[in-house]
């Protein structure tokens, strides 16, 4: 995976434990007015939004997930590309020293 395709410019140079806990519109395609609905959600960076548990996710969660990107269940939250680039970046944060 190219990092830099997954992330904004204005974060390309930072390392994973810094783009875990940058804002969650530093994900490429996820625009600022979504972090606005995600944050609705309690989530505001990417480990945030790495964190969510798509087995627990409540009526009025699934409807920011819908309106940010057309999320309509688990599954749905699970194929979503920026999530799955939010739990990459968390998990290379991890093993970074």
Do not use: H, Q, R
């Amino acid at each position: 995976m190219n990092i830099n395709k997954a992330i904004v410019k204005a974060y390309e140079a930072m390392g994973f434990k810094e783009l875990a806990a940058a804002p969650v519109d530093a994900i490429a395609g996820v625009s600022e007015e979504d972090a606005k609905k995600l944050a609705k959600m309690k989530v505001k960076t990417i480990a945030d939004f790495a964190g969510l548990d798509s087995s627990k996710l409540a009526p009025k969660d699934l409807e920011v997930l819908g309106a940010c990107f057309n999320v309509k269940d688990a599954p749905g939250l699970d194929a979503l590309k920026f999530y799955k680039w939010a739990k990459a970046i968390v998990l290379f944060s991890a093993a970074e020293k």
